[in-house]
Structures are given as C-alpha cells and as structure tokens.
C-alpha cells in the first residue's frame, strides 16, 4: 500500500530551541494523521493528530501542521526540553483504523 | 484501568519453539491491534479484532502466527515454530471504532529475542 516517510532520521537541537518534524505522505485519500513520541523500550505514545480539513492543530508545546497540497506533515516542538529526547513517528490511518507508520526521526536535546 | 497491559514484557526463546503473548486493552474499547516493531523502524500492523473477530490479517501475518480474542477483551498472539527472524517488538494497540478522537494507544510492547 501506500506509505508514510519522514525526511530526516535523526535531528539534535539546543534545549530551549524549537524542533521542527517533517513527514511526506504518499496517499492524497488519507484524512487523519497522527503523532507519536516512543522512548527506549516503551510503545509509541500519542502527542497530537489532524484530520485533513484542518490545516493546523495547537496542542500544548505542540502543533501539527497540514500541508494537502504537498503532501506534507510537520511536528513543531516549542522550547525543546531534555524529556523531549526520543523517536518521533507520523502514522496515517488507512482503511479501518489500521495506522501506517513513517521509518521515525530520532530527536536528540543537547545541553 | 491504566491503560493497554502486555505481558511478558520480554521473551527468549530458542528457535523452533512457541510462544504466546498476551494483551489486555483499555476496557471500553472494542477495537485491538497487533503490530510489529524491528530496530529502527516503523511498527507494521499484523491485524485487528473488532470485539471477538478478527477482521483483517497483514500478509506480514504467515500460517505460524495465530491471534485470538475470544471474549471480545484480551488477546493472545502465538508463534509457533519461531524463527530468528521473528525477534522483534510485539505491539499491541486499542481503540473506539467511532469517529472523532479514536484513542488509538499502544502497550509497552513484548520484546522477543530468538537465540
């Protein structure tokens, strides 16, 4: 099937910097995106998601932006916290809820 | 309820054996997923259940996996005859088959390690 893809594998910032998340999608048909952070040996944990008749959702210290046009989804992380270290993933749901993931962009916070 | 419980939360075994792993979810929802999760990437979906049934299997799912859920609450994901190949993170994922915020979450996984 179609897939999800992140552009970057690994991305360091300053504490206190802002961190910005890419991830293209491939199928224009998909509605509903979501967000996960995964820490070392823990499952992926929600952060936020966007149905695609928004172009923006504001979380707190997160917003997803949407861009249909390009295909494009990025995760702005506002003043990057050490807690913030981890992969993140964008994940499409496709079908009944099945959620395809991206290969993930490890975010490291330097002191 | 804490959320979505899987056990063991490791697991080595020695190929050619079976193992089974359990999932509990989040006790409202009706919806339970499998996943698959290897080093560095992305988890793939295995399959769901809808309450009891079953309703879609990956082709990643071959004839030595099996998952159950005969109550329509915890599930149970059985290899048998392992192989190296299956050492993996075994996810286990619920949700509300409704619209809106479908509160799809993840347990922490079983880790498999086969030797």
């Known amino acids: 099937g179609e897939s999800v893809g992140l552009h970057l594998p690994t991305l360091s910032v300053q504490e206190g910097d802002n961190s910005i998340i890419n991830c293209a999608y491939s199928?224009?048909?998909?509605?509903?995106f979501i967000w996960y952070k995964q820490e070392s040996g823990k499952g992926p944990q929600f952060i936020i998601d966007?149905?695609?008749?928004?172009d923006k959702r504001q979380g707190q210290r997160v917003t997803v932006l949407l861009n249909k046009t390009v295909k494009h989804l990025s995760l702005q992380i506002a003043a990057t916290q050490p807690g913030d270290s981890a992969v993140y993933f964008c994940?499409?749901?496709?079908?009944?809820?099945?959620?395809?993931f991206g290969q993930g962009t490890r975010l490291t916070i330097n002191p | 309820d804490t959320g979505v419980s899987q056990n063991p939360r490791h697991k080595i075994t020695k190929r050619g054996q079976n193992v089974t792993f359990r999932c509990d979810p989040i006790?409202?929802?009706?919806?339970l997923y499998w996943y698959r999760q290897t080093l560095g990437q992305g988890p793939e979906f295995l399959t769901y259940?809808?309450?009891?049934?079953?309703?879609?299997k990956s082709r990643l799912l071959s004839d030595r996996f099996s998952a159950e859920r005969p109550k329509g609450s915890f599930s149970t994901l059985e290899i048998q005859r392992t192989e190296q190949g299956d050492s993996a993170m075994y996810l286990c994922a619920s949700s509300l088959a409704s619209g809106g915020n479908y509160g799809y979450t993840f347990g922490s996984g079983t880790r498999l390690t086969v030797v």
């Open positions: 259940f809808q309450n009891e049934a079953q309703l879609e």
């Open positions: 994940a499409e749901i496709q079908g009944a809820q099945k959620l395809v």
């Open positions: 006790s409202e929802h009706n919806r």
């Open positions: 199928n224009s048909a998909s509605d509903y």
């Open positions: 966007i149905r695609s008749n928004m």
